[in-house]
């Protein structure tokens, strides 16, 4: 009896776990796909990132970057403040789209914000 339950308390688990990951899937690709990269890069693991730093309006070559420790951290946090802005976020959104990306992903791909691409920097 103890060992079903706990199959069913696992079983529970991982598809909640699957859940999370569909729904982070489908609102990153939504994002990319707004801001006029290809949504289905969003399930392609390196590549995803490269396509969220050219949508951020970050140059391609920041994705060598994020394979430095700690440079990552900071990169990584840039990116996303950028992204923000190109939607029309502020820093609390950023700090979501950090730490709860699995809401705040979907919030951003399906909600009403518009991209607007940032202004090239010479």
Do not use: D, E, H, R
Request: aromatic share 14%; hydrophobic share 65%.
């Amino acid at each position: 009896m103890i060992a079903m339950i706990g199959g069913l308390f696992v079983l529970v688990l991982v598809m909640a776990y699957l859940a999370v990951i569909v729904l982070m899937i489908a609102g990153l690709w939504t994002v990319l796909a707004k801001a006029g990269q290809p949504g289905w890069a969003a399930i392609i693991p390196i590549l995803n990132l490269y396509f969220l730093i050219k949508a951020a309006g970050k140059p391609g070559w920041w994705l060598i970057l994020m394979f430095i420790p700690l440079v990552n951290l900071v990169i990584g946090i840039i990116v996303i403040l950028a992204l923000a802005q190109c939607f029309g976020k502020g820093g609390g959104f950023a700090l979501g789209l950090i730490f709860l990306p699995f809401i705040f992903y979907p919030v951003l791909g399906f909600g009403s914000a518009q991209y607007t691409p940032p202004a090239a920097t010479a």
